[in-house]
């Protein structure tokens, strides 16, 4: 009997386990200089929640979250996002910005002289919501893979102008080690604000560690270390 009750015992632990993992899969991307491995090292070390970070490129962390790859990312709040994960708390916002060259100042009069538009390839629908359908704009959109790229392309002078979140073009500056004085006056156009999100799909079976999660979250924000981890070289 007592050999029964610790098999029943152990097969109770080990569903237990399964049904509740004791780690979260995070979605990170392998953005040069992008934050969110050291982000997400930070709030595993203060929430005590083991976190395994999984490179990802950008367009596949919404299939990821779908198919319950991953447990956990940092999306935007849109219909694209909502399909496949729970919206958890906000953790980093931005303006977005045009910027072109230091000879070139952005305004309302001028924005429709700009021939070419450079982009992130997730911030494209940002970009036509922004900025091309409310000035009627018909630019050639260039598309890159990395902030990083962007930055790079203006800094040449290969397109009018780079549509970029303000925080991303300013961490960008720093890895690239790029003179800031080539670039003009960035030009607000929107807002970029990244929530925490769970997976639908894995929701159920990572729930007990989410509490954990947002709270140590919250206390980063508040105590400064969040805008520590954005502004680091």
Do not use: C, W
Request: hydrophobic share 40%.
């Amino acid at each position: 009997m007592k050999k029964n009750l610790s098999t029943a015992l152990l097969i109770s632990l080990f569903s237990i386990a399964a049904v509740h993992p004791q780690v979260i899969k995070a979605a990170v991307t392998e953005e040069p200089g992008s934050f969110l491995i050291e982000f997400y090292t930070v709030l595993s070390q203060r929430s005590g929640v083991k976190i395994q970070k999984i490179p990802l490129l950008p367009q596949e962390i919404p299939n990821a979250l779908a198919e319950g790859l991953v447990d956990i990312g940092l999306l935007p709040d849109n219909e694209k996002t909502n399909k496949t994960a729970l919206i958890q708390t906000p953790v980093i916002g931005s303006p977005f910005v045009l910027i072109s060259s230091d000879d070139f100042v952005i305004n309302e009069r001028n924005i429709i002289d700009l021939r070419t538009i450079a982009v992130f390839t997730e911030d494209e629908p940002f970009l036509i919501r922004e900025i091309i359908d409310p000035f009627s704009l018909e630019p050639r959109i260039q598309k890159a893979r990395h902030y990083d790229s962007l930055v790079k392309i203006m800094s040449t002078g290969r397109v009018s102008a780079i549509f970029i979140p303000l925080d991303e073009f300013e961490r960008s500056l720093r890895h690239i080690n790029e003179d800031r004085n080539k670039f003009g006056q960035p030009f607000i156009a929107g807002y970029r604000e990244l929530f925490l999100v769970l997976s639908k799909r894995r929701a159920d079976k990572v729930a007990p560690l989410m509490d954990r999660l947002i709270q140590t979250l919250e206390e980063m924000k508040n105590d400064g270390t969040i805008e520590e981890l954005i502004t680091r070289p």
